[in-house]
Structures are given as structure tokens and as C-alpha cells.
């Protein structure tokens, strides 16, 4: 790490967060150096990391640092400054794509194995795996998420609302779950103890009594929580037949995961979905698909593109899709359906979009039509489901009036589930799985069939205090909270052993619901217009943060995120990247970057307010100013819009410099700050016609970056920066 860390760092991402970083960021680096502040870059991008990865494989000159590992320590400092941009969590199809990319840049990386055989295939398949699903956030997140609507968004949303569905009391649109034998079912959870801190291994024993290590060199602290559970296979696969077979006529099919995210679970379930939904198919067909490289795990897309060339199969799969319910469609007019790739299945995009719309996805056909969603796992399902039987009661909700849904999440140190995949295994046989201390406690044991999903999550005793009492510092300011723990789930039980004595020492009531119980509170609270903080654990931290500000603001992207960081440091993430592969096709194909980055503004104003509180004065006068910028971007209509001609990234972009110039120069707690940019604003009024002429000249035709995963610097840079005038002033 350099001698001198950096005052802000802004992370170096992926797709249309990266592109709109081409257009912002020279803008925050000549604002931001007028006052003394350098802003640095640190690559965390997929295309980064793989390359970080393999040093060994490429040429001095094409070399990069581990980025992310320099960020994993500076996290723990008081002197971070981070803002973190919505980065891929890569799937498989992902990663080996990105993958080709840079080998046809001219990087002589390995292909990943996806059946290793060597030592050598398994050293090069660990360090991909390493990269795989949510390999960045459980780096980075060395603190607890305070994550609202800045005010002037909350505002301009009351007052200008966006679109919502009606409900029908009567619709057909549901959450079916699993009838039970799932992870939440079969959940063991325990606090470890002075006598039982220390290492511990996960050992798996079939039916013979052949023993195999899982996992060894584990650590346990004294006052962690450490799960165990298991998902039935047989009963997954019962559990999607009896679904499918129950779907009435005009209703989709639709499954809801996180196959990014839980990169080990939750590509094995869809892969379940998939294999059962063409059961027929491959029961036919199984043989030779297994023989062209398919896995079900990959999706339908994966297999429409090996028999592309076989009519007798293209013919046979049409076939087989026609004789099952209709799909919930990602791109009806691409014919991507549900099924077609595990990383389009991301369950905190696609279940809010249904809710918002009333209840409705959009079929094969290209029309609206009522839904069933499945979500196998009972820990969450019944947050989907409270929520629409909600609206079937009451009818859409009303977004001029409504009050405001924030959430703090348990996410420190790798909490709970997303910190799970080097502990979750497909098991191979029958067999029995322990978790085996040290001292020789066996922790938890577990009964397993073949193909059973096992795992174990844990989460550490300082971030579940320090969670604790960011929750209760919230409810003070907020008024209206609730604790989303279920006394009869196995985990949330040890975290009440932690939350109640906190809420008696702190005098505080806070009260405690399970998930289904806390959704009706919430909905019930924020329809009455109060502002109403969720205190929740990391999975749900991830699901609510989409799925109330979809409801309320139209939008995940606009959320403030505050990672008030352990050692006192500060990560500020800039809101859901789920929407960024659209954006970017619609940039090459149209040269129309929708991308909305009001949540990199809002996350730029916190920071430079955590470093003015360093003693850096004039770091407070830029943060107010973004502030006023962004509230003003916002009253006077420049966000971003859908269709080539109307406001776009780089045109907001140009609107939020203009009117951070003015606010500066405008301000009086720094005489200095304000004669600099006094020029600079009048500069930016001036070139106003010229620089928006400038940045749509090239609008509706197609362009080149250079890459997907790795653009070319200058091709992107000529894309997103066309105007000379506005570079002239900006510098």
C-alpha cells in the first residue's frame, strides 16, 4: 500500500457503473483537486480480479495489482474512504466469457476447468472459484449497512411518482415455497463458547464409513453463531414437479434465486428447475447434450446454443418448451426465458418488478399474465408472499404519501449466508456431515441424501453488537423499527439470545417479528406515511434494499448506503448494478447510456462529509454542494431517461457539474472554493447548447468499446466524453 492512503477511493467496476465512471469521475477528480482531495482508483472489476489472479500466466507489461486484497486492509483502517460501485458477481457463464475476452485481448490466461483432473486444473480452477459470486462485498464490508433515501430523493419521488400496477384482489399471482426439507426446516444454529473457541473441521462420512475432510483449518471465536443446514434434493425436485403441475391455465412459471450471489447453492437449484421443467426433454436427449458440455446448472440458453447446429434437437427442445406452463420471460422479445442463464435469476430485481407492476411478469407471448414464483427456501419466501397478499388486500401503494423504508443489515465480516461458499457442498452420497471441534464437540450433525445441499454459515460476536447498536441508534432518529428475526428459525434464535439484553441495557423497545410478521408492520407503517427502519440480517439486507425502494422510489439505484465501517472507516456503496447488461447494449447498440448515477452523488457527498470530519473544511463545502447539485438535478428533470434524445448519462453528467459549480461559487463558508469555480460556472452556463449538442451528436448510432468486461480506454473515453467543450472546461 502506498506511503499515504488516498483521501477517496472510487472502485474501478464493471458494465454501465464503469461506463458512467469514464463520463463522472474526471468531474469529481477537478472538483475534488481544487480543494487539496486526490481521488484514486482500485480495480475490483471481474476482468481485474481474474487478471490479479494470474500473474504467473501473463507478461511484466500486462501485470496488475490485487487491488482488492489492498482494499480488504485498508477497510480495517480508520483511514478508509471508499466508494464502492455495484460490481458482477460473476456466475459461471460469466466468468468463462469473461474469460474468452481477455484471451482474445492477448492475455494467456487459463480456460477455466469445469472438470479438473490435474493439480494444475485445480490450482487454476481454486483461483476462479475465488472470483465467482459474491467474492468482492465480504472483502470489502468490514462494517454494518445503514442503507435510506437521501432526503431530496425521497422528495422528488412524492412528488413526481412513477409508474405502479394495480392489484386485483383476485389475482392468481403467488409465492410457492418448499413444503418443507429445506435449508430453513433443517437449521442448526449454536454460540460457541470459551471451551468450544478454536479450530474445527467439517467432516463428511458416507455410508460405507469412508471419511472425507470438507473443510479444514476453520476458526471459531468465542460468542460466534455457526449454522448448519442442509436442503433436500429429492424433496427440491418433488417440490418443482408438483409446482409446475399445478399451474393454471394463463399463469407463468417463474423461479426466484440468487445464483450470483450464493454462488455454490443457488446455481445448483436452478439447475434442479431446469433439468425438471425438460425432464422429458432429457430423458430423450440427456446423453448427448451431457456429451456436447452441458450442464443443466448452465441454463437453457447454454443448451440452445450447443444444438444450435442438431435440427433434430432445436426441434425436440421447441417442442418439449411448448408442452410445459409458460415461462416468466427476462426479454420476451430475445426469448430469454427464466430458465435461460442463472445470473439473470436475481431474486431482489425480479420480485420486486412483479410487485410493482401489480402482480404481473410477462410471458412467451409478450404479454402481462399473473405469475407463480417460486422460492424454495422458507427463510425468505414469506417476505415475497406477505407482501403480495398485502397489496391483494389493499390495492397499490401510494407513492406520494407513503413513509420512507431503511434498513440496517448484519453484514460485517462475512455474516451469514453470503459469506457461506467455501462452506456449502453438493454431497456425492448418503451420509452424515459434522462439524467437529477442536476439543472434540461434534457442533452440529447432519443426515444427508446424494445431491443434498449442506452449508454452514457463521457470524462473529462484534458485528452482531455493533449491528445491534446501529439499530437502535437508527430507531432513535427514525422513530419506527423492527428486528426481522424468527424465534423458530434455529440462527435467528441464538441472535435474539444477543438482541434482547442489548434493547433492556440500552432502555430501548425495539420490537422483534419474524420476517412474515415485520413485512405486514412495514407495509402497514409506510402506508401511513411513517418512516420505518428494517434491522435485519445480510440476506434480507440484500432483498429489502431493492424491494422497498423499488415500491417507493421507482428504483434501487437511488439508495444512500453507509457502511459505517468497524475500525471507524468509511464504505459508501452507490446502489444495484442488476439493471447494468440492459444499459449496456442499449449504449453499444443505440449509444444511449440510461444508467442513473444518483447514487454514486449521493454516496460522493457522504464521503466527502466523513472526510471533512477529519478536519478537511473544505472537503464539507464540496459535500454540500453535491447536496444542492443533486437535489436541483433532480427538481429540474435532468435524470437520465429511457430513449435516445432525451437526457442521458453524460447529459446528467453534465447538469450535476454545472450545478455543483453554481452552488459552489455560490456558497460563502469558503471565499476561496467560490472564486474558483465562479469561472468555472459561468463557463458551464455559457457552453451549455454547445455541450449538449456536442454529447447527443452521435445518439442512435451504434459503438464500439472495445470489450464487455475489459473496454479499450479510449474508445470508451471517446464514447463517453464526445463533448470538447465540456473537456476543455473540466480539464
Not at 187 to 215: H, P, R, W, Y
Not at 219 to 235: H, I, K, P, R, W
Not at 315 to 332: C, G, I, K, Q
Amino acid at each position: 500500500m502506498a506511503d499515504k492512503t488516498p483521501d477517496i477511493i472510487y472502485t474501478v467496476v464493471d458494465e454501465a457503473p464503469e461506463l458512467a465512471s469514464a463520463s463522472l469521475l474526471p468531474i469529481v477528480r477537478t472538483f475534488a483537486g481544487a480543494a487539496g482531495i486526490d481521488v484514486e482508483t482500485r480495480n475490483i472489476s471481474v476482468a481485474g480480479r481474474i487478471l490479479a489472479a494470474f500473474p504467473d500466466y501473463l507478461s511484466e507489461d500486462q501485470r496488475v495489482s490485487d487491488d482488492l486484497a489492498e482494499l480488504g486492509e485498508l477497510v480495517k483502517t480508520p483511514e478508509a474512504n471508499v466508494i464502492k460501485l455495484p460490481n458482477i458477481s460473476a456466475s459461471v457463464p460469466q466468468l468463462t466469457a469473461a474469460i474468452a475476452e481477455l484471451q482474445a485481448q492477448g492475455y494467456a490466461i487459463p480456460d477455466y476447468p469445469a472438470d479438473p483432473q490435474t493439480d494444475t486444473d485445480r490450482d487454476v480452477r481454486a483461483r476462479y472459484d475465488a472470483i465467482k459470486g459474491s467474492a468482492v462485498n465480504p472483502v470489502l464490508r468490514e462494517g454494518n449497512s445503514d442503507r435510506r433515501a437521501a432526503k431530496a430523493v425521497k422528495e422528488y419521488a412524492k412528488k413526481n411518482p412513477h409508474s405502479m400496477g394495480d392489484w386485483a384482489s383476485d389475482s392468481k399471482t403467488c409465492v410457492a415455497a418448499m413444503p418443507g426439507n429445506d435449508f430453513f426446516a433443517n437449521e442448526k444454529s449454536a454460540t460457541i463458547t470459551a471451551a468450544q473457541a478454536g479450530g474445527a473441521k467439517i467432516i463428511f462420512t458416507a455410508a460405507d464409513g469412508t471419511e472425507t475432510v470438507l473443510k479444514d483449518g476453520l476458526t471459531y471465536l468465542e460468542g460466534e453463531v455457526v449454522d448448519a443446514t442442509f436442503l433436500s434434493v429429492a424433496t427440491l425436485r418433488q417440490y418443482i414437479k408438483d409446482e409446475i403441475a399445478s399451474i393454471e391455465p394463463g399463469v407463468l412459471f417463474s423461479v426466484h434465486l440468487k445464483a450470483t450471489m450464493m454462488k455454490v447453492s443457488d446455481p445448483i437449484i436452478f439447475g434442479h428447475f431446469v433439468s425438471v421443467y425438460l425432464e422429458d426433454f432429457i430423458a430423450k436427449h440427456g446423453a448427448e447434450v451431457a456429451a456436447l458440455g452441458w450442464n443443466p446448472n448452465a441454463g437453457i440458453g447454454d443448451l440452445e446454443t450447443r444444438i444450435a447446429d442438431k435440427p433434430a434437437l432445436v426441434a425436440d427442445l421447441a417442442a418439449a418448451l411448448a408442452s410445459r406452463p409458460p415461462m416468466y420471460m427476462v426479454n420476451s422479445d430475445k426469448g430469454i426465458t427464466n430458465l435461460h442463464v442463472p445470473s439473470d435469476v436475481i431474486i431482489d430485481a425480479s420480485m420486486p418488478a412483479v410487485i410493482r407492476a401489480g402482480g404481473i411478469g410477462w410471458g412467451p407471448d409478450g404479454k402481462a399474465a399473473p405469475t407463480k414464483c417460486c422460492i424454495p427456501d422458507n427463510s425468505y419466501a414469506g417476505v415475497y408472499d406477505e407482501t403480495i397478499r398485502y397489496f391483494k388486500e389493499t390495492g397499490k401503494l401510494d407513492v406520494t404519501s407513503c413513509g420512507a423504508v431503511s434498513n440496517v443489515g448484519l453484514m460485517a465480516q462475512k455474516a451469514e449466508e453470503y459469506g457461506s461458499h467455501p462452506t456449502t457442498f453438493e454431497l456425492p452420497s448418503a451420509g452424515v456431515v459434522r462439524i467437529v471441534l477442536d476439543n472434540g464437540d461434534v457442533l452440529h450433525e447432519s443426515a444427508v441424501e446424494a445431491g443434498d445441499i449442506w452449508r454452514s454459515c457463521t457470524v462473529k460476536k462484534a458485528p452482531i453488537e455493533d449491528w445491534i447498536r446501529l439499530g437502535i441508534r437508527r430507531f432513535k432518529a427514525t422513530g419506527r423499527a423492527a428486528f426481522w428475526l424468527d424465534a423458530n428459525r434455529a440462527h435467528d434464535a441464538e441472535l435474539i439470545k444477543y438482541v434482547e439484553p442489548a434493547l433492556q441495557a440500552a432502555g430501548v423497545a425495539i420490537p422483534i417479528m419474524a420476517p412474515r410478521e415485520a413485512t405486514r408492520y412495514t407495509l402497514v407503517e409506510m402506508r401511513k406515511g411513517h418512516d420505518v427502519v428494517t434491522i435485519t440480517g445480510n440476506v434480507l439486507r440484500d432483498y429489502l434494499t431493492d424491494l422497498f425502494p423499488i415500491l417507493e422510489l421507482g428504483t434501487s439505484a437511488k439508495m444512500l448506503s453507509i457502511v459505517s465501517l468497524m475500525q471507524s472507516g468509511g464504505l459508501f456503496e452507490t446502489g444495484a448494478g442488476g439493471s447494468a447488461p440492459k444499459h449496456v447494449q442499449q449504449l453499444v447498440e443505440q449509444n444511449h447510456l440510461r444508467w442513473d448515477s444518483l447514487g454514486e452523488f449521493c454516496a460522493l457527498g457522504e464521503s466527502f462529509k466523513f472526510l471533512a470530519d477529519k478536519d478537511r473544511p473544505k472537503a464539507a463545502v464540496l459535500g454540500t454542494a453535491v447536496e444542492d447539485a443533486t437535489q436541483k438535478v433532480l427538481e429540474e428533470g435532468h435524470s437520465p431517461e429511457r430513449k435516445v434524445g432525451q437526457n442521458d448519462n453524460r447529459t446528467s453528467h453534465y447538469w450535476f457539474a454545472r450545478y455543483w459549480a453554481e452552488a459552489l461559487a455560490a456558497q460563502s463558508d469558503d471565499p476561496e472554493l467560490a472564486a474558483h469555480f465562479a469561472p468555472l460556472a459561468v463557463a458551464l452556463a455559457e457552453g451549455e447548447a454547445a455541450i449538449l449538442a456536442e454529447l447527443q451528436a452521435d445518439e442512435g448510432k451504434a459503438v464500439d468499446l472495445g470489450g464487455y468486461y475489459k473496454t479499450d480506454p479510449a474508445k470508451t473515453a471517446a464514447v463517453m466524453r464526445p463533448s470538447a467543450t465540456l473537456n476543455a472546461i473540466i480539464g
